[in-house]
């Protein structure tokens, strides 16, 4: 199993990054997929949830509005667009399956400066 993620960096409050995560090792297309985040000095949270199939999604309230999983189950690889971020959303950000126990991606730090 591999999650391998790409995306992230600095960017102003109010910006956009696009975060990617490309799977391979197990049947994607079957898979319910996950963002997560974690803060410093806090516990990992979840951010975002898509059903194998992308047609249901959910998320944390604190990014409602503002953030959007999605995925290409062609291209094997789940999606995090995030628009009007905040310095309350500087974390370092990990595609999941699997929850807590699961499988995880390498991690991506995404820094909002107000």
């Known amino acids: 199993v591999q999650l391998v993620q790409s995306g992230g960096g600095l960017v102003q409050r109010g910006g956009s990054l696009k975060l990617s995560c490309a799977a391979s090792?197990?049947?994607?297309?079957?898979?319910?997929m996950n963002w997560f985040r974690q803060a410093p000095d806090k516990e990992r949270e979840l951010v975002a949830a898509?059903?194998?199939?992308?047609?249901?999604?959910n998320y944390a309230d604190s990014v409602k509005g503002r953030f959007t999983i999605s995925r290409d189950n062609l291209k094997n690889t789940v999606y995090l667009q995030m628009i009007n971020l905040e310095p309350e959303d500087t974390a370092v950000y990990y595609c999941?399956?699997?929850?807590?126990?699961?499988?995880w991606g390498q991690g991506t730090q995404v820094t909002v400066s107000s």
């Open positions: 090792g197990f049947t994607f297309s079957r898979t319910p």
């Open positions: 898509i059903s194998s199939s992308g047609d249901m999604t």
């Open positions: 999941n399956y699997g929850g807590l126990r699961g499988y």
